[in-house]
């Protein structure tokens, strides 16, 4: 293939030349796709990893200090809800921006307050200092967290997922869930060394606020690297090719809302699991126990270094048994992992057992958790249906997660986590089966 075409793999009934064909001056590959993706999603990670830590060592003692630990910690995890409530509505409204404005503006737009209100986050006064308008301002900037990140919807991953080969496409989903284990790499590392190296009074006087501030220079970073792919012409071309263009929520609910419900619901164990693996333990372990935060945190930055294998692996399993069975079997997993939790989180080296073996989990399971059901969508649907079903799965199944889990757990004991994990289960499960009795019908 020469140096002026794009080195795509056939998918249906397309050919390398027909799409070698939407090339018009720049060089482009799949290589260079899975790189924008990896930098997007690592960073919008990275921000909301940043904030879930600093539920548990920041906002309970800065924002929440007429409260009990558990309290505060449970205040704090209410506020982390908010971005998960507000992003199907960014979605909505970003995809409107974008029918009139274009991909790039809409894309800009997004990141410049994703970033913005996380940074803002680094300048929040304490309660002590402001009162109740510390925590509104922390509730109205998480909110447009939520917003922007439902904007931040590029359609790489579909288009990945479409150009491979029908051989390879568990392989190409994984790459953009990737980005989840390395932004909690790096926004866990980060804590741990601020953490570990300053005062406690040092902490959280200012050294909180540094990896806030980090967050909007990654932001800026992710922008132009994401901008320069969404807005080639190559890349148009490629998208408006396959008919990754928006729609109306309203028109897709109407049309493909089952879709919409399914691909939701059918992610539901592994986006559960999520929160109960990265946030929930750190805010346990740091209430009950007195194990040193920084080491913890270790503890959870190897596991998501497993968790980012992991997710690798379950590319190439996908690809070998099919990405709904891999998907399903991970849920009937997770369901046995959630058996023993209450027994492995009741001790030192349970909870390194718990905290391990569940990021493996996730990753196995969150590697295809994008996509298994979304492929459903027909075409001209699927840009802004994928979108959808992930702000939905989140906010079914990891929004409420860490608050739920914990809050339950200190009335009820950890058997609570349980249930939780079950529940999740049981949505994936069925939505996956229902899904195969509508493609039987449809066969």
């Known amino acids: 293939m020469s140096s002026g075409s794009i080195a795509y793999p056939v998918y249906g009934h397309e050919s390398a030349a027909s799409l070698s064909r939407a090339h018009t001056d720049e060089d482009v590959t ?27 060592l920041v906002f309970p003692s800065f924002l929440f200090p007429f409260l009990s630990r558990l309290d505060g910690t449970l205040m704090a995890f209410a506020i982390f809800a908010i ?72 359609g790489l991953p579909s288009l990945l997922a479409m150009a491979a080969p029908k051989e390879r496409r568990g392989w190409y989903s994984m790459v953009g869930q990737l980005g989840a284990p390395l932004g909690f790499i790096l926004a866990a590392g980060l804590f741990a060394y601020l953490y570990g190296s300053l005062t406690h009074e040092e902490f959280l006087s200012w050294g909180w606020r540094y990896p806030f501030c980090v967050a909007f220079a990654i932001n800026v970073v992710a922008l132009f690297a994401r901008l320069r792919l969404v807005v080639g012409q190559s890349y148009a071309e490629l998208l408006e090719e396959k008919e990754l263009e928006p729609v109306g929520v309203a028109r897709l609910m109407r049309d493909e809302g089952g879709n919409v419900v399914l691909g939701a619901f059918a992610a539901l164990a ?20 007195e194990r040193s935060m920084t080491e913890v945190l270790g ?22 048994v099919g990405r709904r069975t891999l998907l399903g079997s991970m849920a009937v997993l997770i369901g046995l992992f959630s058996l023993a939790t209450p027994w492995l989180l009741d001790s030192e080296g349970g909870s390194n057992i718990f905290l391990l073996a569940g990021f493996v989990l996730l990753g196995l399971s969150y590697g295809q958790a994008s996509g298994t059901v979304t492929a459903n969508f027909s075409t001209h649907y699927r840009y802004t249906g994928a979108a959808l ?35 999740g289960v049981v949505c994936t499960l069925a939505a996956l089966r229902i899904n195969r009795i509508f493609e039987q019908q449809k066969d």
Not at 275 to 287: A, Q
Not at 299 to 320: E, M, R, T, W
């Open 30 to 56: 799949p290589g260079e796709i899975a790189v924008g993706v990896i930098i997007g999603r690592s960073s919008e990670y990275f921000d909301f990893f940043v904030f879930g830590i600093a539920c548990v």
């Open 83 to 154: 971005a998960f409530v507000a992003r199907p509505f960014g979605t909505a409204l970003s995809m409107a921006v974008q029918r009139r404005w274009g991909r790039g503006t809409k894309l800009t737009l997004a990141l410049f307050m994703l970033g913005s209100c996380t940074v803002s986050m680094a300048f929040l006064p304490s309660y002590n200092a402001a009162g109740m308008a510390a925590i509104v301002a922390l509730a109205v900037l998480r909110f447009g967290q939520g917003l922007a990140l439902g904007g931040s919807w590029d």
């Open 270 to 289: 592994s986006f559960a699991l999520f929160h109960v693996v990265t946030v929930f333990p750190l805010s346990w372990i740091s209430l009950y126990s």
């Open 299 to 320: 503890v959870q930055i190897v596991g998501a270094f497993l968790a980012a294998g992991a997710v690798a692996v379950s590319g190439k399993l996908a690809d070998h």
């Open 389 to 423: 079903s992930a702000d939905l799965a989140w906010l079914f199944g990891a929004a409420f997660a860490p608050l739920v889990a914990l809050g339950l757990s200190a009335r009820f004991g950890l058997g609570a986590v349980t249930l939780y994990l079950l529940s």
